[in-house]
């Protein structure tokens, strides 16, 4: 893994920022920092840290201190159940462990206010441990640089990416390593616009090579997507055919589209032609013939599947049921605004018009 940790690391050593908390392998101020800093930005974090490093600099002095004056000290940084949890905290160490920082994770990790992460920070950098922090920086930069799909907000997921990061951090400095991934993430890989042209890995990063910076990381619930299905209705009488302009609160608002019947499911042929819907359209079945129906496809949106398939009807006599749509010569379909999905249907049906 020398191959991703070793330009990581002198990345690191080169552009690192300057921050109070880098100077120190104190439990103690790395818990304070870390609790600071969570949902808080790093400008405001400093000084919220400084205070509270300078009011309270040992664990005794915290668990001492009326949780009124804790509380007063962290106005403005909202969140108040973490100061609340590192008070309870202190006080717990204090009178557990005499005040001395428990050094092995599971201890670290029991302690109330410290999830995983937290306790792999501060048993990485404190204690020499090796156990991975893996923040939002993190499964960034490693979806980004070993092209890995899997969705950062599942459980498998995780998985995935907590053991890639055991891997990589064995047998190198631990608190280091952790930092450096996590600041390459805060200022080179970044969420938006990354330095990719002047990145140490992008010899061999996965989505720089294959331009999937922006499909990366993953994230599965980001968005709900809601399953539909459209049965599209291709009539054809000689020349003509038939459209209609979308309307209401839904997608393609005033875009063009054949007739379409909407069904709960991928129904088949013979299910679609019994609708109430399919007879309202056609009318007169007896004179509609259906010469093709395309297999299912599916369009993705960001909040929709569309499930749709083309099924083409040729209608031997003068139609009733289509006053609701719009007569048009084939030729002339082209010069409607269409969605997506019809536009490449128009141009293969428009071979065999
Ligand atoms: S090349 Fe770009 S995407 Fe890849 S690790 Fe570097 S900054 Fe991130």
């Given at each position: 893994m020398d191959f991703f940790n070793s330009p990581v690391h002198s990345w690191?050593?080169?552009?690192?920022?300057?921050?109070?908390?880098?100077?120190?392998?104190?439990?103690?101020?790395?818990?304070?920092?870390?609790?600071?800093?969570?949902?808080?930005?790093?400008?405001?974090?400093?000084?919220?840290?400084?205070?509270?490093?300078?009011?309270?600099?040992?664990?005794?002095?915290?668990?001492?201190?009326?949780?009124?004056?804790?509380?007063?000290?962290w106005q403005g940084l909202g969140y108040y159940s973490r100061a609340r949890n590192l008070h309870f905290t202190a006080k717990f160490i204090q009178q557990n462990y005499n005040g001395i920082f428990p050094d092995n994770y599971n201890t670290i990790r029991s302690l109330k206010g410290i999830g995983e992460y937290t306790a792999a920070a501060i048993a990485s950098i404190s204690f020499n441990l090796e156990y991975p922090t893996v923040d939002g920086n993190v499964y960034r930069v490693l979806s980004r640089f070993f092209g890995i799909a899997d969705p950062i907000d599942t459980s498998s997921g995780k998985k995935t990416f907590n053991n890639l990061a055991i891997e990589l951090i064995k047998g190198v400095d631990p608190g280091m390593h952790n930092q450096a991934i996590m600041e390459f993430g805060a200022l080179q890989c970044?969420?938006?616009?990354?330095?990719c042209n002047?990145?140490?890995?992008k010899e061999r990063c996965f989505a720089f090579l294959n331009q999937k910076i922006t499909e990366l990381p993953v994230k599965q619930n980001k968005t709900k997507q809601r399953d539909r299905h459209f049965n599209y209705l291709v009539l054809s009488h000689r020349n003509h055919t038939w459209i209609r302009k979308r309307e209401g609160k839904d997608i393609w608002k005033n875009l063009f589209e054949f007739p379409f019947i909407e069904t709960e499911d991928e129904i088949s042929i013979e299910k679609l032609t019994t609708l109430t819907e399919f007879d309202r359209i056609i009318?007169?079945?007896?004179?509609?013939?259906?010469?093709?129906?395309?297999?299912?496809?599916?369009?993705?949106?960001?909040h929709q599947r569309i499930h749709y398939r083309f099924v083409r009807i040729q209608l031997t006599d003068k139609i009733n049921g289509t006053e609701d749509f719009i007569r048009v010569n084939k030729e002339d379909i082209f010069n409607f605004a269409v969605p997506k999905l019809l536009e490449t249907y128009l141009n293969e049906y428009m071979k065999n018009v």
């Amino acid at each position: 893994m020398d191959f991703f940790n070793s330009p990581v690391h002198s990345w690191y050593s080169l552009y690192k920022r300057d921050l109070p908390w880098r100077n120190t392998r104190n439990p103690y101020l790395i818990w304070l920092s870390e609790i600071i800093l969570q949902q808080t930005r790093i400008d405001q974090g400093m000084a919220y840290y400084s205070r509270f490093a300078a009011e309270f600099p040992t664990i005794s002095d915290l668990a001492d201190a009326p949780e009124d004056q804790i509380l007063k000290l962290w106005q403005g940084l909202g969140y108040y159940s973490r100061a609340r949890n590192l008070h309870f905290t202190a006080k717990f160490i204090q009178q557990n462990y005499n005040g001395i920082f428990p050094d092995n994770y599971n201890t670290i990790r029991s302690l109330k206010g410290i999830g995983e992460y937290t306790a792999a920070a501060i048993a990485s950098i404190s204690f020499n441990l090796e156990y991975p922090t893996v923040d939002g920086n993190v499964y960034r930069v490693l979806s980004r640089f070993f092209g890995i799909a899997d969705p950062i907000d599942t459980s498998s997921g995780k998985k995935t990416f907590n053991n890639l990061a055991i891997e990589l951090i064995k047998g190198v400095d631990p608190g280091m390593h952790n930092q450096a991934i996590m600041e390459f993430g805060a200022l080179q890989c970044t969420p938006k616009g990354p330095n990719c042209n002047q990145c140490p890995l992008k010899e061999r990063c996965f989505a720089f090579l294959n331009q999937k910076i922006t499909e990366l990381p993953v994230k599965q619930n980001k968005t709900k997507q809601r399953d539909r299905h459209f049965n599209y209705l291709v009539l054809s009488h000689r020349n003509h055919t038939w459209i209609r302009k979308r309307e209401g609160k839904d997608i393609w608002k005033n875009l063009f589209e054949f007739p379409f019947i909407e069904t709960e499911d991928e129904i088949s042929i013979e299910k679609l032609t019994t609708l109430t819907e399919f007879d309202r359209i056609i009318s007169t079945t007896d004179q509609a013939i259906i010469e093709n129906v395309s297999d299912w496809k599916i369009h993705i949106l960001s909040h929709q599947r569309i499930h749709y398939r083309f099924v083409r009807i040729q209608l031997t006599d003068k139609i009733n049921g289509t006053e609701d749509f719009i007569r048009v010569n084939k030729e002339d379909i082209f010069n409607f605004a269409v969605p997506k999905l019809l536009e490449t249907y128009l141009n293969e049906y428009m071979k065999n018009v």
